[in-house]
């Protein structure tokens, strides 16, 4: 089995060795940095989100890939994600576009509804027309991703006619959809003939194996091309397992709680946390030998043909993650490889 390996960041707002908190610019920096690791221990993908609240530095992700693309050579660039309900599809596609240029066509296009809602107040958008702002903008950027001339009508936006939008890209973009695990977003994904991603980011991998199914019936039945399955779950790699937890732990509890106060979940814990590292859980925390274990039982349970750690976790500093990405490429990603070769 031919396996991808990436890494996605949403430019979490972090700590300094000192525990002083970073500035967003600081943030944007390292990421940069981080991409620049990446691409040296020889990772195949780089995604970057799209956020529009106080924990995270990045609202635009292609000016931040962008700056990625000049600084890298093999590493492909995305985002994770970018929230397509509240943007605007030609737009979505110039943009990504100019980055597939920029970075000698290395670019993908990777959206979401979206699982916070900052952006529709804050670019003119009614939540209560959630859904079919989706709908629409999607079925809109796969025509427009075909990069030929766009006649199509809507009720959200304008419609065009005979639309040619530039620039043309080299030789074409991957298109992938995140979803987070309802079998209507699977079906969508399906249909519009566009990559699965999962968003696994709670409870184990196997609980997804009938959203992989789905997908795979509902493309033989809709007769769109099939693509490989790409996971993103959170993670973080060091020396040995307590090292990792320790490391990690803080970063986790501070971004749950902070986001928990606004959506009425209970506190975070330690016990909680422990939970999810575990065989049955989301986060891939801990040594080489357990997070390359893990990935591969994740990756035989799925069939996934990608996997992306997410690798900056809340205020986690900027030096642990460099580390962690050193040993995710150096050390996880030839284990992986290695256990899955004896699959064979």
Same mark, same amino acid.
């Given at each position: 089995?031919? $396996?991808?390996?990436?890494?996605?960041?949403?430019?979490?707002?972090?700590?300094?060795?000192?525990?002083?908190?970073?500035?967003?610019?600081?943030?944007?920096?390292?990421?940069?940095?981080?991409?620049?690791?990446?691409?040296? $221990?020889?990772? @195949?993908?780089?995604?970057?989100? =799209?956020?529009?609240?106080?924990?995270?530095?990045?609202?635009?992700p292609?000016?931040?890939?962008?700056?990625?693309?000049?600084?890298?050579?093999?590493?492909?660039?995305g985002?994770?994600?970018?929230?397509?309900?509240?943007?605007?599809p030609?737009?979505?596609?110039?943009?990504f576009?100019?980055?597939?240029?920029?970075?000698?066509?290395?670019?993908?296009?990777?959206?979401?509804?979206?699982?916070?809602? =900052?952006?529709?107040?804050?670019?003119?958008?009614d939540?209560? @027309?959630?859904e079919?702002?989706?709908?629409?903008?999607?079925?809109?950027?796969?025509?427009?991703?075909?990069?030929?001339?766009?006649?199509?009508?809507?009720?959200?936006?304008? &419609?065009?006619?005979? #639309?040619?939008?530039?620039?043309?890209?080299?030789?074409?973009?991957?298109?992938?959809?995140?979803?987070?695990?309802?079998?209507?977003?699977?079906?969508r994904?399906?249909?519009?003939?566009?990559?699965?991603?999962? #968003?696994?980011?709670g409870?184990?991998?196997?609980?997804?194996?009938?959203?992989? =199914?789905?997908?795979?019936?509902?493309?033989?039945?809709?007769?769109?091309?099939?693509?490989?399955?790409?996971?993103?779950?959170?993670?973080?790699?060091?020396?040995?397992?307590?090292?990792?937890? @320790?490391?990690a732990?803080p970063?986790?509890?501070?971004?749950?709680?902070?986001?928990?106060?606004?959506?009425?979940?209970?506190?975070?814990?330690?016990?909680?946390?422990?939970?999810?590292?575990?065989?049955?859980?989301?986060?891939?925390?801990?040594? &080489? =030998?357990?997070?390359?274990q893990?990935?591969?039982?994740?990756?035989?349970?799925?069939?996934?043909?990608?996997?992306?750690?997410?690798? #900056?976790?809340?205020?986690?500093?900027?030096?642990?993650?460099?580390?962690?990405i050193?040993?995710?490429?150096?050390? $996880? $990603?030839?284990?992986?490889?290695?256990?899955?070769?004896?699959?064979?």
């Amino acid at each position: 089995m031919t $396996v991808e390996f990436g890494l996605d960041t949403f430019g979490d707002i972090t700590k300094d060795a000192a525990g002083g908190t970073l500035t967003a610019a600081e943030t944007i920096r390292n990421v940069v940095a981080q991409a620049q690791k990446a691409d040296e $221990v020889g990772l @195949d993908y780089f995604g970057v989100g =799209e956020h529009h609240r106080r924990e995270f530095a990045i609202s635009s992700p292609e000016m931040v890939l962008a700056a990625i693309a000049s600084t890298t050579t093999r590493l492909r660039l995305g985002s994770a994600v970018t929230v397509l309900s509240s943007d605007d599809p030609v737009r979505v596609y110039e943009r990504f576009a100019t980055l597939d240029a920029l970075s000698n066509g290395r670019a993908e296009v990777v959206v979401g509804r979206g699982s916070f809602t =900052e952006s529709f107040p804050l670019f003119g958008y009614d939540l209560r @027309d959630y859904e079919r702002l989706f709908e629409e903008k999607l079925d809109l950027l796969v025509q427009i991703m075909k990069e030929k001339p766009v006649t199509w009508h809507g009720t959200m936006r304008a &419609p065009l006619s005979d #639309a040619d939008i530039f620039p043309k890209t080299e030789s074409g973009m991957p298109l992938w959809v995140g979803v987070g695990g309802s079998p209507e977003s699977v079906l969508r994904v399906a249909r519009h003939g566009a990559g699965l991603m999962l #968003a696994i980011i709670g409870g184990g991998a196997a609980r997804f194996r009938p959203l992989v =199914e789905l997908y795979h019936r509902s493309v033989a039945g809709f007769g769109t091309t099939p693509h490989p399955i790409a996971v993103h779950s959170p993670g973080h790699i060091a020396a040995t397992d307590e090292e990792a937890w @320790d490391t990690a732990y803080p970063g986790f509890e501070a971004m749950n709680n902070s986001i928990g106060r606004e959506r009425g979940w209970p506190q975070y814990s330690r016990a909680r946390f422990q939970n999810e590292v575990g065989p049955d859980g989301a986060l891939y925390v801990g040594s &080489p =030998e357990r997070v390359a274990q893990k990935i591969a039982d994740t990756v035989r349970v799925l069939g996934a043909g990608r996997f992306d750690l997410k690798y #900056a976790n809340g205020e986690l500093g900027h030096e642990p993650m460099m580390r962690s990405i050193e040993l995710y490429g150096t050390e $996880v $990603v030839p284990r992986v490889r290695a256990l899955l070769a004896k699959d064979a």
